[in-house]
């Protein structure tokens, strides 16, 4: 994988190529970085200047999203497929989670790296959801969805809770979106991301989904 610090350009792109294999996948995260389609045929590397990350110590629970979390209940990876097929859904907009993607990180899934945090209703309906990549004490997040009021901002809470127990020491969310800043992610120079993401591959592995 390439270094990261030695450049992208303004999207955050390193490089173009390689595969979608399980240990470059790994490889990528370890090093900073994480695939995305680019140009529909061919995988990209990015490592945004700044990257988002929500400190685990500091996420925002409103007191509506209090009241939303009594709503529901968060499981984990109990439906991977279907998290991961909701947020890849080709009708929401600036969708990119094409087959590859979702063949790559299934795979991942079946070899314990990746995880679904789940939000489902008291009938059993799943309406809300989350996944990404565990190693060490990095969780990197890849993609939410929701299909009722704050179903995901639920989830979310649950991994915060599930990665604060269970020895996670950085929660990474790529980029900074609004929706994100009101929940407490903050930016922090990618030269400074890699260096944490670093530290924490190198912890043991977190519990949060024994």
Request: charged content about 20%; hydrophobic content about 40%; glycine content about 10%.
């Amino acid at each position: 994988m390439p270094d990261p610090r030695q450049g992208s350009d303004p999207s955050g792109l390193v490089a173009v190529g390689a595969d979608l294999a399980p240990g470059t996948v790994l490889a990528a995260y370890r090093a900073g970085l994480f695939p995305m389609p680019f140009r529909k045929r061919s995988v990209g590397w990015w490592s945004p200047d700044p990257r988002g990350v929500i400190p685990l110590d500091g996420l925002r629970v409103s007191r509506s999203l209090r009241r939303s979390c009594q709503r529901y209940q968060v499981r984990v990876d109990t439906v991977f497929d279907q998290v991961i097929t909701a947020c890849g859904d080709p009708r929401r907009e600036h969708g990119w989670i094409n087959r590859s993607i979702v063949d790559a990180y299934t795979r991942l899934h079946s070899m314990g790296w990746v995880h679904s945090v789940e939000a489902w209703t008291p009938e059993g309906d799943l309406v809300g959801g989350l996944y990404g990549v565990a190693i060490g004490g990095l969780f990197a997040g890849e993609s939410m969805f929701s299909h009722r009021t704050d179903a995901s901002k639920v989830a979310l809470v649950g991994l915060v809770d599930r990665l604060r127990a269970g020895g996670t020491t950085v929660l990474d969310v790529q980029w900074t979106t609004d929706h994100l800043a009101s929940l407490g992610a903050i930016e922090v120079p990618r030269e400074r991301y890699v260096a944490m993401a670093a530290e924490a591959v190198a912890l043991p592995q977190t519990t949060a989904f024994c």
